[in-house]
């Protein structure tokens, strides 16, 4: 089956610009993860789906960021005035939705801000 | 507060080498989870093992086995008969139910490569 799913794989934008980042989960996965990882460390959370609804947002790391799931499917990270320090993959994971489960990454989406 | 510790950096070996991965964590919880992934070059994680806090049992797949010790809050990984394939960036990771939240955190993660 397919697994999770993010596009682009890869975007250049520049300081001070908007960006969206789109992940695709697993289907049935009710449970949804945005996580970055910066170079030579390990993904960092951000923001936690259950449904449609926002379970724990307390890794963004400022009102810049903000992310959507609305129909409990797809989810979108939009990063509003980009700064060079966004530069980092993006990861979105999914997993069922129970206590503990595995979560599945994506490929992720490199974004470089110039 | 929840933490992740992989002390080794990275590690290098020469095929069919033992290679034995550390990991240490930290958590208030009593149910806890904890995972191995693997990520190499390509980028994307690979998923590995899950284990949760109540089973203790050691588990072996393959070349790779898993050494879980509450004892010590250790969750350690060990790859027999090292291949260049192994090479990659290895992470352990604590999901406990802290806050509501079923987030991972991560270690650093250690760099293993293997060399022929």
């Known amino acids: 089956g397919a697994g999770v799913s993010q596009t682009p794989s890869n975007k250049v934008t520049e300081k001070g610009k908007y960006v969206e980042l789109r992940c695709d989960p697993i289907?049935?996965?009710?449970?949804l993860y945005w996580y970055r990882q910066s170079l030579g460390q390990g993904p960092e959370f951000l923001i936690y789906?259950?449904?449609?609804?926002?379970?724990?947002d307390s890794g963004l790391p400022n009102d810049r960021f903000f992310a959507v799931r609305p129909e409990g499917s797809v989810s979108t990270l939009k990063i509003q005035r980009t700064e060079r320090g966004d530069s980092a993959v993006y990861l979105c994971?999914?997993?069922?939705?129970?206590?503990?489960?595995?979560?599945?990454f994506g490929p992720g989406t490199r974004l470089t801000v110039l | 507060a929840q933490k992740v510790t992989q002390a080794q950096t990275e590690i290098s070996v020469v095929e069919k080498e033992d290679v034995t991965l550390d990991c240490v964590y930290e958590?208030?919880?009593?149910?806890?989870?904890l995972f191995w992934y693997k990520q190499p070059p390509s980028g994307e994680l690979v998923f590995l093992i899950r284990?949760?806090?109540?089973?203790?049992q050691n588990e072996i797949s393959g070349r790779y086995s898993w050494n879980f010790q509450k004892s010590t809050s250790s969750f350690n990984f060990t790859i027999t008969a090292s291949q260049v394939v192994d090479s990659a960036v290895y992470f352990c990771?604590?999901?406990?139910?802290?806050?509501?939240?079923?987030?991972?955190?991560f270690g650093k993660g250690t760099k293993l490569t293997v060399n022929p």
């Open positions: 958590t208030r919880d009593t149910t806890y989870y």
């Open positions: 994971a999914s997993s069922p939705g129970n206590g503990g489960d595995t979560q599945y």
């Open positions: 284990r949760n806090s109540f089973d203790e």
């Open positions: 289907s049935g996965h009710t449970a």
């Open positions: 789906f259950q449904g449609t609804g926002a379970a724990d």
């Open positions: 990771a604590l999901s406990d139910d802290q806050g509501g939240s079923e987030k991972l955190v």
